[in-house]
C-alpha cells in the first residue's frame, strides 16, 4: 500500500483512467484535514472541496512544497505553518457595505421590524474581519436604533478578530467603501466615520460600544444566545452540504420567533433542512423570516 | 468517456462570442454549460443573464450555491464571485481575484477539471489577458476535452492565444466552427460513441 501511493506521486504519473476525481489528491486532502483536526483542533473536514483544495494548495506553493502531503508534513511539526495555514481557510474576504442593495434593504424591510424590540440583539456570524460589522453597526446608528443593539460579532479565527476589534481598514479601499455606502441608503459623509491615519483608516470607537467581538467555531460550538437577526453572508458558501445543514440548525436553534435570517446574494435556504421553517422577506436580497 | 459538463470561458468581447456560440446550440443538449464572463464587480448580474436568454434556446438558471446542475441549462458566474462545480452542484466562492479578476476562468475550469475530469469539455474564446490558459491544462492533464476560439477571428486575440501557445488546446476554429464542433459533442440524439471526443478522431 505505502509503495502504491509513493508510485502515485511520481512526477509524470497520469490517471489514464481516473474516473472523475484524482484519488491520490482527495486523499492526501482528507489525511492533511485530519492531521490538522486531530493535531490542533480546528476543523475543516466538512469545509467545500472546491475551494478548500484551492486554498490548500496555495499554502503549498507559499510553503515552497510540492505536494499536500508535503504540507501535511510540514503542518504537523511546525505551529507557526499552521497558523498561516488557518489563516488561509478560515479569512472571508470582504468589503464595507458589500452589495449594498442588501443594505438597502435591510434599511428598508428589516429595520421597522426592529423598531418594535427595546432591545435588539443582532448575531454576525463568521465577521472575518469586520467589515460587515461596521456596515451593520453605521446603519443602525443612522436609524437610530444602535443604542438599543448589541451585535455579536464571531468567528473561529482570533487573529481575525483582532482586527476587527481594531477598526483600522485600508485607505485605498475608501473610495469603494463610500461609493457603497452611498448606494445602500446612507445618510450622511462616510468620511465622519474614520480618521485617515498613516496606516489606514481608523473606524470611530463609538461604533463598536455595543459590538461584542468573540471566538465561536459554526462547525463545533453551540448556541449562545437567541437573536432577532442572524448576518451570515457568504460563509456558508465554503461549508459542505452536511456542515451548512449543522449550521442551519444551529441558526434555528439560536433565532427567535419571526427572527430574520440573512445570507448572502446567491445562497438560499432552499437546499437546507432549514427550508420549510422561512419565509423569504426579501428573496432576492436573502432575507429570511423563521415562521416555524 | 462522453461529455458532463461544458464550461466555457471569455473576457473582452467575451459577450458577444458567448451569444454567439451558445445561440448556434440546439434546445437539447447532453451537459450543462456554466459559463464565466469578466466583467464589472458592479455589473448586474440579472441583466447578463438576461441577455444571454435572449440569444439561446437552452434555460439559463440563476447561480445559488449548491444549486444542482442539469443538463441542457446555463449557468453564469455572477459578478464579484468564483463560480466552481463541486458534486455535480455549483459551489461559489469569494477568495481574492486570481489574473485580477473575479469570477475567473481558472478558478470555474480547473474545480471543472478537478472534479469531472476527462468528462469535461473547456471552451475560451476571445480576451485580452491570460486567464483561462493554466484552467485549459487542467483539463487536458485530465483528460478532459479542450476548444479555442481562433485567435485570428477573435475580438481581442490574447487570450485564447495564450491557451492555444499552451500546446493543450484540442480544437481551434471560429465560433461557428466551435458551436458546430460542441453541438457534435452533446447531441443527446448521437450514439455515445460519437460524443465521445475522443472516438471521434479528434488530435489529443
Redesign the interface.
Same mark, same amino acid.
Request: net charge neutral.
Given at each position: 500500500m505505502v509503495a502504491g501511493a509513493e508510485d502515485d506521486r511520481q512526477p509524470g504519473a497520469v !490517471?489514464?483512467s481516473?474516473?472523475?476525481? +484524482?484519488p491520490t $489528491?482527495d486523499l492526501e486532502i482528507e489525511l492533511l484535514l485530519e492531521a490538522v483536526y486531530r493535531q490542533y483542533g480546528f476543523d475543516f473536514r466538512q469545509y %467545500?472541496? %472546491? &475551494?478548500i483544495?484551492?486554498?490548500l494548495w496555495k499554502r503549498v506553493y507559499a510553503e515552497r512544497l510540492e505536494s499536500l502531503s508535503g504540507l501535511q508534513e510540514k503542518v504537523l511539526h511546525d505551529e507557526s505553518c499552521m497558523e498561516r495555514l488557518l489563516l488561509d481557510l478560515s479569512i472571508? @474576504?470582504?468589503s464595507m457595505f458589500r452589495d449594498p442593495t442588501f443594505f438597502a434593504a435591510f434599511r428598508s424591510q428589516v429595520v421597522p421590524l426592529l423598531r418594535t424590540y427595546p432591545f435588539i440583539r443582532i448575531w454576525n456570524a463568521g465577521c472575518s474581519t469586520g467589515e460587515e460589522t461596521y456596515s451593520l453597526a453605521i446603519l443602525l446608528t443612522e436609524v437610530g436604533l444602535y443604542d438599543r443593539t448589541r451585535i455579536y460579532a464571531t468567528d473561529i479565527n482570533a487573529a481575525v478578530l483582532q482586527e476587527a476589534a481594531a477598526g483600522v481598514f485600508p485607505l485605498g479601499k475608501m473610495r469603494e467603501y463610500t461609493e457603497n455606502y452611498l448606494a445602500a441608503g446612507g445618510s450622511r459623509s462616510f468620511s465622519e466615520y474614520y480618521l485617515s491615519r498613516y496606516d489606514g483608516a481608523q473606524f470611530d470607537r463609538s461604533l463598536t460600544d455595543n459590538i461584542v467581538f468573540a471566538q465561536h467555531n459554526l462547525v463545533s460550538d453551540r448556541s449562545f444566545n437567541e437573536f432577532h437577526v442572524i448576518v451570515c453572508r457568504?460563509v456558508?458558501?465554503?461549508f459542505d452540504?452536511h456542515l451548512?445543514d449543522r449550521v442551519h440548525t444551529l441558526f434555528l436553534e439560536s433565532l427567535s420567533h419571526f427572527g430574520v435570517l440573512a445570507l448572502? !446574494?446567491?445562497?438560499?435556504v432552499?437546499?437546507s433542512v432549514a427550508a420549510d421553517r422561512y419565509e423569504a422577506l426579501d428573496d432576492h436580497e436573502k432575507l429570511y423570516r423563521r415562521v416555524r | 468517456m462522453t461529455t =458532463?459538463l461544458v464550461v466555457i470561458g471569455g473576457s473582452w468581447g467575451g459577450f458577444e462570442a458567448v451569444c454567439h456560440l451558445l445561440g448556434a446550440l440546439p434546445g437539447e443538449i447532453s451537459a450543462p454549460i456554466v459559463v464565466a464572463l469578466h466583467r464589472s464587480p458592479k455589473s448586474s448580474?440579472d441583466a447578463l443573464e438576461r441577455m444571454i436568454r435572449d440569444c439561446t434556446r437552452l434555460d439559463v438558471v440563476g +447561480? $445559488?450555491?449548491?444549486?444542482p446542475l442539469h443538463d441542457a441549462c446555463i449557468y453564469v458566474a455572477?459578478p464579484d464571485?468564483h463560480l466552481? @462545480?463541486?458534486?455535480g452542484s455549483l %459551489?461559489? &466562492?469569494? =477568495?481574492?481575484v486570481v489574473q485580477y479578476s473575479r469570477p475567473s476562468i481558472d478558478?470555474l475550469f480547473?474545480?471543472a477539471a478537478?472534479?469531472?475530469? %476527462?468528462?469535461v469539455v473547456g471552451v475560451l474564446l476571445t480576451g485580452a489577458n491570460a486567464d483561462g490558459a493554466s484552467g485549459i491544462r487542467r483539463i487536458k492533464a485530465?483528460?478532459g476535452m479542450t476548444m479555442a476560439q481562433d485567435p485570428a477571428t477573435a475580438a481581442r486575440a490574447e487570450m485564447p492565444r495564450a491557451a492555444v501557445e499552451t500546446g493543450m488546446v484540442d480544437f481551434v476554429a471560429d465560433l461557428d466552427g466551435l458551436a458546430a464542433r460542441l453541438a457534435e459533442i452533446v447531441d443527446p440524439a448521437a450514439p455515445v460513441d460519437a460524443r465521445d471526443p475522443a472516438a471521434r478522431g479528434v488530435h489529443r
Open positions: !490517471h489514464r481516473a474516473p472523475s476525481r +484524482v $489528491e %467545500a472541496r %472546491a &475551494s483544495r484551492r486554498r472571508n @474576504v470582504t457568504n456558508m458558501i465554503y452540504k451548512q448572502g !446574494h446567491k445562497e438560499s432552499r437546499y | =458532463d448580474n +447561480v $445559488e450555491d449548491k444549486r455572477p464571485y466552481l @462545480v463541486e458534486d %459551489a461559489l &466562492s469569494t =477568495d481574492d478558478v480547473e474545480s478537478d472534479e469531472y475530469g %476527462a468528462g485530465r483528460g
